[in-house]
């Protein structure tokens, strides 16, 4: 297989050939990690832009970390200080490290839509560059759920991740479907590559149109209102960041309400399957949508394996829009 | 020829000897950046101090991003979170990076004259630290009129940029000449070389005083107070940026107006030379200083190349201040 | 000698042997700096983690210098715009950069313990990051006392800086003990060493349970509500920070007052031996805790050696956590 996206905006056309371009990219490079030298030196003299509109360190350094470990220079934007105060367009922002020299842009803004606008106007220049959505508003985050689905992946066969491990395993996604990101790039995913993906949440941020998304894609969709039968024998528990400032918008009764229906406890897990595994994109809030101890488990909890798979999948995909080749 | 100058604060006492070198190094170095590999092993083990007292990301990342080219390591100065506000003069910081082993400092200060006081005082200490300035005040900012002059000469003639390509061009700078740093700084270029000089703006922003700049260089420089005959058989035309900060300050009526009377529209560039191109410092405030839709239109706008120009000529600086030989 | 101490917390259980590891590595590291090429392999693929919860660029800066100059890749956290003003616990922070792969966590935290406390999870989760304390509340800041200590000696034996040379000798620390972590930790360091410790401050800053710090160690510590016995007969006199927000607090009357009374001027210099020399941790309040001239009198002042040796020492405890042999 020859990778041949140069941008990476949504997963929601993403085939399954890519999906496995990725898996087998990233256990590569995972491979690298456990290494002592950490570092190869693929994109040596190439610039990594990192255009985070939307303040972060988390994902920023997990890119920055990812490029440096390619061998790739960096560039960081601090929204605060940027000429975007002094009145430029995004657009012009972006020509601007396109014309310094930029050959990735990683892009995080908080309105949707802004990393695939920036990726146009850059084709319709000709500009060689690859621009990789970081998360735009409530619209995706590619990267995030294809560090979910390395992580799961590897989970069921550590040696070898292959999307056909996933064929009927049942996944559970719960809490503010409405206003994440992250779900609606693991919605992509997971029912591409034929996962019975289950979402459960408050009618207030689990719109029925999400049944859509489901349409015409191998995987099947389900939604609940409640946690019960999303969790029942499940073997894979996706929980959600609650955005505190929700709270304010008359979404949710209370923090604590919302973890007395839909917190992810060790009582509730006894629903799932024996061996079920947790997951959650980061950062937590303790004791609300999951259990403090639930997420200490090293039994349960994949969360620290997704930051270290994060790594692992976006040098992958640096790379793969580097012109690399797939499993190198 | 022989790099001499240890600090570059001004161009007010530029030579042509040195403008020379800073384009034969600079078209040396754009070469580089065309190829695959952009890195050279020039800077090796130094240490660039960006220090940005007022903040800045577009010259900064050109800076950095110039510096890692040439193998510098770089240092970050961030201005709300440093010593600075825990009562330390700026003389002592930057006597700090210097006993930290800085080998180069480029500063950008909000005030005229503090990369001047930092150079008179690393001197004083008998310290080999170069300094640059970044943009001070209103006073300077030489490397923007280095990059101009660099686009201008690579425009002429893209493959030999030399000084005697500017030989009777007539160039306009329109707008804010008062507040702008980078107009004092082109000024001073380009009649040092022999163009001829047409500075526009209203009067509250071109006051008379500027015709002295003029006087005992090779270059004529003229003044108006309408932007007619400074683009009348222009070869060149430079807009400034337009900050809005002015606008409070009785200086200006208001943005609709300025445009009214100064914008570079199409319609006025008829009254230019055919092949006629447009320059701005950026960032630019589409619609005032400048139509929208020159700005984009890549037969009249060097926009985007000043900014590719700006990665060559930094690197250019920072080698020949580190003892680099003129064009290597 | 063999390092075996994983994390840099504090200086109270320190070893002779292992103040003698830090001296001797650093000698060697501040060799390398004195080169024209001043970078070493020796972290090369390793990631070093810059966590300042608290602002600093001075410390910051010299951390990542060292990091970088030994190669390592660098990753910086920037607590405004961090996970934690999104509900994220510190030590659940520490946890996802241990997950990136971090390998050396820098940590400074405006509240004594945090770096402790991080420290210890990860060795409860058998992690194989160090932890280094880069200043947490009033409590420690290793490597500014281990500097001090490195100054000192280079001073005495520039050729051979050993621990045997402060013997007996007569240091003063003056200003504001109290509220200072790196008086805390020169207290540790020049007590185990043997040197006689005069500290000396109002009684608000200086409480009398700081005598029991000597308590059971080879130097001597001695405590004065008054500056002239402390200077008396000094070798050094190390000068700290007066923190202008402790004015409100109604522990000193003024800033004049303080230095009137505890300021370190050209004539209370006469009391000291003829060469005594001058430390400040920096940034300096010019004309408070020290006055302006004599801050800037090489045959005085050690504050920009002091600022040099950071690197250095910093260097050595980087390459001793990350498992180097003692004095390449």
Tied chains: 1, 2, 3.
């Excluded at 066969?157 to 009927?168: I, R, T, V, Y």
């Excluded at 973890?259 to 399957?273: A, E, M, S, V």
């Excluded at 997420?295 to 620290?304: A, G, H, N, T, V």
Aim: glycine share 8%; net charge neutral.
């Amino acid at each position: 297989m020859v990778w041949n996206r140069r941008h990476i905006l949504s997963l929601a056309d993403f085939t399954t050939d890519e999906y496995d371009a990725v898996l087998q990219t990233a256990a590569s490079f995972q491979e690298v990690l456990n290494r002592r030298m950490k570092k190869v030196p693929t994109l040596q003299g190439q610039v990594v832009a990192n255009l985070f509109f939307e303040a972060s360190t988390r994902t920023r350094n997990s890119f920055e970390l990812a490029a440096k470990r390619l061998s790739a220079d960096t560039l960081n934007f601090a929204p605060g200080t940027s000429s975007l105060t002094k009145g430029e367009t995004i657009l012009d922002t972006a020509k601007t490290y396109l014309a310094m020299g930029t050959d990735m842009m990683v892009i995080r803004h908080q309105q949707a839509g802004v990393p695939m606008a920036i990726a146009q106007e850059m084709d319709r220049l000709g500009a060689k560059v690859s621009v990789l959505n970081a998360g735009d508003g409530q619209h995706e985050h590619p990267s995030q759920a294809l560090l979910d689905l390395f992580t799961i992946c590897t989970v069921l066969e550590p040696k070898s991740p292959h999307l056909e491990l996933l064929a009927g395993k049942k996944i559970a996604i719960v809490g503010d479907i409405l206003h994440s990101r992250v779900a609606r790039s693991n919605i992509w995913s997971l029912t591409a590559i034929g996962a019975e993906l289950h979402l459960a949440g408050p009618p207030t941020l689990l719109p029925l149109l999400f049944a859509e998304c489901g349409n015409g894609r191998p995987g099947k969709l389900f939604l609940h209102w409640e946690v019960t039968p999303a969790l029942q024998d499940a073997d894979f528990v996706m929980t959600l960041r609650l955005q505190k400032e929700r709270m304010g918008q008359n979404l949710l009764p209370s923090l604590r309400e919302y973890h007395q229906l839909f917190g992810i406890t060790r009582d509730r897990l006894k629903l799932c399957k024996p061996d079920v595994k947790i997951l959650h994109p980061g950062p937590v809030n303790r004791g609300v949508e999951i259990s403090s101890d639930l997420m200490d488990d090293p039994q349960l909890s994949l969360i620290s394996q997704q930051v270290t798979s994060g790594v692992a999948v976006r040098m992958a995909l640096l790379y793969l829009m580097g012109g690399g080749k797939v499993n190198p």
